[in-house]
């Protein structure tokens, strides 16, 4: 029995020494292991070192003290971390690890940016956990570029290797020193940083409670601050295998959009600026952002920007406006939304209940607006169809130096976008108490022939007040008219296949006084009316253009007793003296026009009657006698109106 004894103490004791000897060993190599990562980076040139290393076999823990990275490329980041501790750790291979959870505490990064500006930044972390960690045993080697497009596509390729259930860090805090006497310094601090699901390059999602910052704003002579807090940023869906092979130096024939974020999105925004200027934005949302990687090349555009921080040439602009082109064909939205916004000014507080945009339409909503006389208010103003990369590209032809846009250049416009709506306005009008109010202005256009329109639409629906400083509109003051109710509705489009040219239908209406209709109609319109700029060349294509049939009513609610009461007040008789007047008028004046054209006549006669009797229908048609150019026609009635009629068959009518 005590020899039995005795054995078992023996076997003990070997074990114990076995088991503090091989938990010896697993440090020793544990150790040399990280020692071999971080001479990876010293023999790229770079400085790293750390402190005690221990290895805990049981529980499978590693924990490094005081660790300290200076690479060798300036681009790169400095880091130092107080304490790494990795729990249940695994190694599936030479190459990866894994682990339980990692703890790092006392992370210090500094990052200074000098190509084309100095800029540095730094960050301090407190304490950042990753659970379900996986990812390779030593990093690959930075590329010995110094651009920062490099290096960002290095961080991505790093990123695309690991992978964890979350990564948490409660407190980051950052520093941006742009230099003294420049705008961009500040300190931001991030509350709250959470990332769900990293996969290989991938991030299910990223959120961040609350970023606070304060930046320098200054100006030449100008100090100021910015200070703001933005709470509930979140991003969802992340893939950054489109944004790596964008950043490819080689560049990227790939023209597909792929997705790189299904949703970016923030709970509120706010920002204060001296002095007394305050934003508030209540929340935002952008969905379905994806890119081109043969289009969105950012690296091109850096390259383009002088290296010495100069003013670029007219050459070096135009060539990065196209870059910039491009890089828009090369980036994709599918729709966002900007909230409510608040703006408070000295002068008063302006409201707008959402911007949004929608594959390619913007629209503003809900605007409240200060101004000297009054508040103006807009229930919608919307671009449609708008294009950045035509809207860049415009902005690039305007850049002729010492010379102004040339009509072509302006009409170039046209391309950015194909019409603009807004609906719902009212506003003071001048320095009056009255109001003009807007139910709707439509504009929209197609069919670009050259940089011009083939075909629009035209639509208004508004009412304004009279002005008595305006001459015109003092006989509608004097008759009792103090607004005018306006309703327009213009169309016209060309055919190319058989030249022709409609106005159809052009209407208007003038609220309780009249509403005119017109139909106009042009033949042998050449392609190249649209396409020319030059004044020669465009009176040489509207030399081949010929009138067609002019068709024109005119609907009496209020106009013809006010033309007779204005007429009655100036000649001092009675209204009914006044309208025979008016008729006796036109008579006379029609005799001239018949006798070189009897078809005359009928119009003639309808307008006297018009006249006569109120609230009737003037219509009046035109038909060409045959080919009558559109110069020609013009000049006859500049010279000879009475032979310029000559021309149609004249068909007028009243009626109630």
Request: net charge neutral; proline share 5%.
């Amino acid at each position: 029995m005590k020899r039995i004894l005795i054995g078992l103490i023996v076997a003990a004791v070997l074990a114990a020494g076995g088991w503090f000897g091989f938990n010896l060993y697993v440090q020793h190599r544990a150790t040399a292991e990280v020692e071999a990562a971080f001479e990876q980076i010293r023999s790229g040139g770079g400085k790293a070192s750390h402190g005690k290393v221990a290895f805990e076999l049981a529980t499978r823990t590693l924990t490094i003290e005081n660790i300290n990275v200076e690479p060798a490329q300036p681009e790169l980041a400095d880091v130092k971390i107080a304490k790494v501790t990795a729990v249940g750790i695994r190694q599936p291979d030479e190459a990866h690890f894994s682990a339980d959870s990692i703890e790092v505490s006392g992370v210090e990064v500094a990052f200074t940016y000098t190509d084309r500006a100095k800029l540095k930044a730094n960050y301090k972390i407190p304490q950042i956990t990753a659970r379900d960690f996986s990812g390779p045993t030593r990093a690959a080697s930075a590329p010995l570029s110094g651009s920062i497009i490099d290096m960002y596509r290095f961080m991505l390729a790093q990123y695309a290797t690991v992978s964890a259930s979350s990564i948490v860090a409660p407190t980051v805090a950052a520093n941006i020193d742009a230099g003294t006497g420049n705008a961009g310094s500040g300190d931001f601090v991030y509350s709250g940083l959470a990332v769900q699901n990293v996969n290989r390059g991938k991030i299910e999602t990223a959120k961040t409670d609350r970023i606070t910052y304060s930046l320098d704003v200054t100006q030449p002579g100008k100090p100021a601050k910015m200070t703001g807090e933005l709470s509930g940023l979140a991003a969802y869906d992340f893939d950054a295998s489109a944004v790596t092979a964008a950043l490819d130096p080689q560049g990227s024939s790939d023209d597909g959009f792929h997705r790189i974020y299904r949703r970016i999105s923030a709970n509120s925004s706010a920002v204060t600026m001296a002095p007394g200027v305050r934003v508030q934005i209540d929340n935002v949302a952008i969905d379905d952002i994806a890119i081109r990687p043969s289009k969105f090349r950012p690296a091109e555009i850096m390259a383009l920007m002088p290296a010495d921080g100069s003013i670029p040439t007219p050459a070096q602009s135009r060539d990065m406006f196209e870059k910039v082109a491009e890089f828009f064909e090369g980036f994709q939205i599918g729709k966002a939304e900007i909230g409510k916004q608040t703006v408070e000014t000295p002068q008063g507080t302006g409201k707008l209940s959402a911007v949004k945009y929608d594959q390619d339409k913007i629209a503003l909503e809900g605007l409240e607006m200060p101004m000297p006389q009054g508040q103006l208010k807009m229930e919608r103003f919307a671009l449609k169809s708008f294009s950045a990369a035509n809207l860049m590209r415009w902005a690039a032809s305007l850049r002729t130096p010492g010379q102004p846009p040339s009509p072509d250049q302006m009409l170039g416009l046209f391309r950015v976008l194909e019409g603009a709506e807004i609906k719902g306005v009212v506003s003071p009008y001048k320095n009056t108490r009255q109001l003009v109010t807007i139910d709707t202005i439509s504009l929209n256009w197609g069919q670009l022939v050259g940089s011009i329109p083939s075909k629009a639409n035209l639509v208004v629906k508004m009412v304004t007040p009279t002005d008595p400083a305006n001459p015109a509109q003092r006989p509608l003051i004097m008759a009792g008219v103090d607004k005018l109710a306006i309703d327009l509705d213009l169309g016209a489009a060309w055919t190319e296949s058989s030249g022709a040219f409609a106005l159809a239908p052009a209407t208007i209406n003038l609220g309780n006084l009249a509403k005119a209709q017109a139909r106009f109609a042009l033949a042998n319109v050449p392609r190249g009316l649209f396409t020319t700029t030059d004044p020669m060349e465009a009176m040489s294509e509207m030399a081949q253009v010929e009138t067609g049939t002019l068709e024109l009513s005119l609907r009496d609610s209020g106009i013809v007793d006010l033309i007779v009461a204005q007429f009655s007040r100036m000649q001092n008789v009675s209204r009914d003296a006044a309208r025979s007047a008016i008729t006796e008028m036109i008579r006379a004046q029609g005799e001239k026009v018949t006798a070189a054209n009897l078809d005359a006549k009928a119009a003639v006669d309808a307008l006297a009657g018009f006249v006569e009797t109120s609230g009737q229908t003037l219509t009046i048609k035109l038909t060409p006698l045959g080919k009558v150019p559109v110069l020609q026609l013009v000049d006859a009635l500049n010279s000879e109106p009475i032979v310029a009629l000559a021309q149609f068959r004249i068909e007028a009518s009243t009626g109630l």
